[in-house]
């Protein structure tokens, strides 16, 4: 089968789920496709352009299809919870979104409709720019915090350490509620920070009035 450069990023996403970003090499990814080491070379020039490109491919479908005859808050909301998706669907996918930067195909029509979006509902251009990064600041944070729980440090062992180091006497806020603490966090705590988000932009937005 002739190694494509889809095929490569393929490969190396399927890696990154069975080995994780710390064990993804070039020549194990040679390996795995079958090819001579180096062959992967071809298609991209360093293991950097190559996890640059599976980041941008697990973007392909968080904006495709968003109907834009929804309200532009719910239009927001759908495409935060795609990404969350997106980055949960792979090993480590939120680390490697967060290691690299990556202006390929899919990130720019991402942003491009985010910012559209905010930007038919009134925000300026700069403030649709931030808010849109800050909202994608935080899925990414949130699903990086997510798999790290879901692994070997993680979900028991995270929450007896932190109950372990909680002193009622000294933290007795954080000790009445040791129970929403610890993570891994339901699909609701994500839902409530995202809210708090739009709440900000909706703030925003009638602060500067209805849209020019």
Sequence with gaps: MRLTRERVIDGGLGLLDEVGLDKLTMRGLAKALGVQNGATYWHFSSKGELLEAMADAMLARVTAGVDPALPWDERIVMAAHRLRRALLSRRDGARLFA?????????????????????????????????????????????GEEQLAAGPAGGDEAVARLSAALDPSRHPNM??????????????????????????????LAASGPPS
Excluded: C, K, Q
Aim: charged share 15%.
């Design 99 to 143: 290691g690299v930067f990556f202006p390929l195909p899919n990130a720019l029509a991402y942003g491009e409709t985010m910012i559209g979006i905010l930007r038919e509902a009134g925000l300026g251009l700069r403030d649709a720019v931030w808010a849109v990064d800050t909202l994608t600041y935080y899925v990414v944070g949130h699903a």
């Design 175 to 204: 000790a009445a509620a040791s129970g929403d603490l610890a993570a891994p966090h339901p699909e609701e705590h994500f839902g409530f920070g995202l809210e708090l988000i739009m709440a900000g932009v909706r703030a925003r």
